[in-house]
C-alpha cells in the first residue's frame, strides 16, 4: 500500500499562471479531501469528495478554485490565475468511508510557490 | 463559525520532561478527535483518534485526555524524547461532519 501520492510534490509557478495538483488516493478510499496549510491561516479544509460526487466544497475560495475526481483513483486541484497568497502547501487525504470517525490518511503534500 | 483554539503555538522541554498541548474547541456537536505529529517536510502522522465517550485514552509515550464539560482536548506526551521533536496538531469532527477542523499547531522541540 503506498498510501495517498501527490504530485507534484513541489511546484513553483508565476503570478497569473495556472497550476494543477494531483492526488492518488489509497486504492478502495470512498472519500478524498483537500486541506491547504499555511504558517497564517494553519491548515484549512477546501473540499471534499464521496465516492467521486463533489459533497462539500465550502472551504474554496470562490474564485480561481476548482477541485475535480474524475474516477476513484484520483482527484485533480485548479488553481487559475495563481497569485502569491496560494503560496501553501496542498494535502490531499483518503478515508475508507465518510464518516467523522474514519481515520483520514494524508499525503505527503504538494509545496506550491507562486512568484 | 466553529474555532479549534490550540496552545502553546511553541514548547521546549528537556528530555525525559513531560511536554502538554491543550485544545479548545466551540461546537458543541464536536464528537471525534484526532491528534496528529508532522515533522518537517513530512505529512500528518496519525497518534490517536479519540471518541467523546471515553476520557482518558493512552498511546505509547503519551496520554490524551478528553474534557467535554470544559471542551477541552489535551496531548501529554509522558517522558519526552528528542524523536518527539515536531510539530503537533489536534482536529475534531462533529458527529455529523466529515472533514476535520485543526487546531493552529504545536511546534514542540526536545532538547537533550
Known amino acids: 500500500n503506498a498510501g495517498v501520492i501527490q504530485t507534484p510534490r513541489h511546484k513553483v509557478t508565476g503570478k497569473g499562471q495556472e497550476a494543477t495538483l494531483w492526488c492518488e488516493p489509497i486504492?478502495?478510499?470512498?472519500?478524498v479531501f483537500w486541506y491547504r496549510q499555511t504558517i497564517v491561516q494553519g491548515l484549512e479544509f477546501l473540499t471534499y469528495?464521496?465516492?467521486?460526487?463533489?459533497?462539500?466544497d465550502s472551504g474554496m475560495p470562490k474564485e480561481r478554485f476548482s477541485a475535480q475526481m474524475p474516477n476513484q483513483s484520483h482527484s485533480t486541484l485548479k488553481i487559475q490565475s495563481t497569485q502569491p497568497q496560494d503560496s501553501a502547501v496542498y494535502l490531499c487525504a483518503s478515508s475508507l468511508d465518510w464518516g467523522g470517525q474514519d481515520t483520514q490518511y494524508f499525503g505527503p503534500g504538494t509545496r506550491l510557490l507562486v512568484l | 463559525g466553529e474555532q479549534v483554539e490550540q496552545r502553546p503555538p511553541h514548547l521546549s522541554v528537556r528530555e525525559g520532561d513531560s511536554a502538554v498541548i491543550t485544545c479548545t474547541y466551540t461546537d458543541p456537536n464536536s464528537y471525534y478527535f484526532f491528534w496528529y505529529k508532522q515533522e518537517p517536510g513530512a505529512s500528518l502522522q496519525l497518534l490517536m483518534k479519540v471518541f467523546s465517550s471515553t476520557e482518558i485514552n493512552e498511546g505509547q509515550g503519551f496520554t490524551v485526555l478528553l474534557n467535554k464539560k470544559d471542551k477541552r482536548l489535551s496531548l501529554n506526551l509522558t517522558a519526552a524524547h528528542p524523536g518527539d521533536s515536531a510539530a503537533y496538531f489536534c482536529a475534531v469532527t462533529a458527529n455529523s461532519g466529515t472533514y476535520q477542523r485543526f487546531g493552529t499547531g504545536t511546534k514542540l522541540q526536545v532538547v537533550p
Open positions: 486504492s478502495g478510499h470512498s472519500a
Open positions: 469528495f464521496r465516492n467521486q460526487a463533489p459533497i462539500d
